[in-house]
């Protein structure tokens, strides 16, 4: 069936509001300013830049709906972007006021006597990326310059040759079976003289780019899980800033990962874990971790009284400097964590994805001025990303996350030599495979073909609280009359060459509950049921599935988790 589609023509089209996007949105507006009023009192000579169209779309139902992180926030990039964030009433947590580093064995915990200083937080701030965006996607809106349009997925890039020339956005009222219902809306061609793409870690428009461009680093993208809950706590026990990570348990020695502890404002205190996708047990859970974590003694302790309230999953691109992939296209700049732009070893990126946004930013005005959006303009981008600040500061742990897969004891001797080599350490740049490659199968990880370890947890769902609890904490939700935006590309390699090796591991590794091992009861055959609607949109299915046969694509717009204070 042929659809008509509206075209809508803007001069810069920023898709995906995360930190990155709306840095670039809100400092693109400042900078035009400043020209136009520079022009206008004579102490800059040329034109006014004037009738600037520029949109944003995003695919949560609200700004900041789809923001999910750690977070402690180093402010480099905010002091510059807006200096009086906080006379402008930027939602704070805390700022930093203690920071410590454990080791948990099963039973106990020793600390760091020092505070390795990549870890240091001082100076630095906790938040709620959801309220932080939602702080900045009211600072992009009060421009009055930007036409913000939440609830809308970008779902095609469309191309002009090689050039890049806009997205599609999906179309509303597709019933499961593909047909068009009552309400169906097509999608728009939104066209721009360019595009910045920052549709986080593992996107779907980049991840598309990427592939049919070949545009990979030295090292492939590579990703880490993480799942947090926030707990709601007796008054007077929380203290706004402080930072607790720890290392070792739940995780086994063979697996990258740690945990984190952040106080924040109203009796609230987030409790998180992290794990490196390239992890090797075909029965790890990272939820099942998280629950885990909570029954150690330290943890326990801290938690105790609280009630878990809110909980989110999303993956981190920690693959550094040298996974950093063509950013610069005709017609389109990658920004964020799309550009895979995060320090694993501060465990830090929202700074890092403001500051390129801010670049990307500064590019385009540059080609707004020139009236040039050729690729040779563009590119700039590219090189000041990677000899700029944000490129300085990932060269000097250019293979940290790399090493660190080596497994912990390895890793740390691999993490120290590199600590006095510059970044170096032995081999430079250390090579890993894709993260889908690191996992082993059951009879090869655990010697034997086992059923998976009985964890011995009872979920209460105050303390300790079962998958699909946490699900409906974090407010996912879809149209469920829609196809699924969870694409199997053949049922029979999960059933015949997945479940025998690796036991069905999209039932773990998925936070959320989506993939469920069940049996057809006419004909006996057991398939994976794809519960699409408990999807956070984390991604870890289309990083880790052994065999790629999942696929994410974006699903109607306005559906996925309602994160609030994550
Ligand atoms: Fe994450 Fe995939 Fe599960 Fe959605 S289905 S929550 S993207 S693992």
């Not at 219902?181 to 920052?198: C, H, M, Q, W």
């Not at 979920?459 to 904490?473: M, W």
């Not at 997945?498 to 998925?510: E, S």
């Amino acid at each position: 069936m042929t659809v008509e589609r509206e075209n809508f023509p803007v001069d810069v089209l920023f898709v995906g509001a995360g930190p990155a996007n709306l840095c670039a949105a809100l400092r693109l507006v400042q900078i035009i300013q400043a020209h136009n009023q520079d022009v206008e009192q004579g102490s800059k000579q040329g034109g006014k830049l004037e009738e600037v169209s520029i949109a944003l779309i995003e695919k949560g139902e609200e700004i900041g709906a789809h923001a999910f992180s750690g977070a402690v926030l180093d402010p480099v990039a905010l002091q510059k972007l807006v200096p009086d964030f906080k006379e402008k009433g930027c939602p704070l947590e805390g700022e930093v006021s203690s920071d410590a580093v454990y080791y948990l064995t099963p039973t106990s915990q020793f600390k760091l006597p020092i505070t390795p200083p990549p870890l240091n937080n001082h100076g630095n701030y906790v938040i709620s990326l959801a309220k932080f965006n939602r702080w900045l996607g009211r600072l992009v809106a009060e421009t009055e310059k930007v036409d913000i349009f939440p609830g809308f997925a970008g779902t095609e890039l469309l191309f002009e040759g090689e050039s890049i020339i806009g997205v599609r956005t999906g179309d509303k009222g597709i019933d499961a079976d593909g047909s068009h219902k009552s309400n169906f809306e097509p999608g728009y061609d939104i066209t721009a003289r360019v595009t910045v793409l920052g549709d986080g870690p593992r996107g779907n428009l980049t991840k598309t780019l990427f592939n049919k461009t070949n545009a990979y680093g030295t090292v492939p993208l590579l990703y880490e899980t993480g799942v947090k809950e926030i707990f709601e706590m007796p008054q007077g026990r929380v203290q706004p800033g402080t930072v607790i990570h720890t290392m070792g348990y739940p995780l086994k020695k063979d697996t990258f990962g740690g945990t984190f502890i952040y106080g924040m404002t109203n009796n609230m205190l987030a409790v998180g874990l992290v794990v490196a996708c390239d992890y090797h047990d075909p029965y790890l859970d990272p939820h099942l971790e998280l629950q885990k974590l909570k029954t150690h003694p330290f943890i326990k302790k801290l938690l105790e009284g609280g009630k878990s309230a809110y909980y989110g999953g999303k993956t981190l691109a920690a693959g550094g400097y040298y996974s950093i992939p063509r950013i610069a296209f005709p017609g389109a700049l990658v920004v964020g964590d799309a550009a895979g732009l995060l320090n694993a070893q501060r465990l830090k990126g929202i700074h890092l994805a403001m500051l390129s946004g801010m670049a990307a930013a500064e590019n385009i005005f540059s080609c707004l001025l020139n009236d040039d959006f050729s690729v040779e303009k563009l590119r700039p981008y590219q090189q000041q990303i990677l000899n700029g600040p944000v490129g300085q500061e990932l060269f000097k742990v250019r293979n940290f996350h790399q090493a660190m897969s080596k497994g912990l004891y390895k890793g740390m001797f691999h993490a120290g030599l590199q600590f006095i080599t510059g970044g170096r350490g032995l081999k430079d740049p250390l090579r890993v495979p894709e993260d889908f490659k690191g996992m082993k199968t059951i009879e090869q990880h655990y010697k034997r073909q086992i059923a998976p370890p009985e964890h011995g947890l009872k979920f209460d769902n105050t303390f300790l609280v079962d998958k699909l609890t946490d699900v409906y904490r974090s407010g996912a939700k879809h149209e469920e009359k829609q196809p699924s935006h969870l694409l199997i590309r053949d049922q029979k390699i999960c059933i015949e060459q997945c479940l025998p090796r690796y036991g069905a591991p999209c039932t773990r590794f998925c936070p959320a509950q989506v993939y469920e091992l069940e049996k057809n009861e006419a004909s006996g055959e057991q398939f994976i049921k794809v519960n699409f609607s408990n999807c956070v949109h984390c991604k870890t299915c289309d990083i880790k599935d052994p065999f790629e046969n999942i696929t994410w694509v974006c699903p109607e717009g306005g559906g996925g988790p309602a994160y609030t204070v994550c």
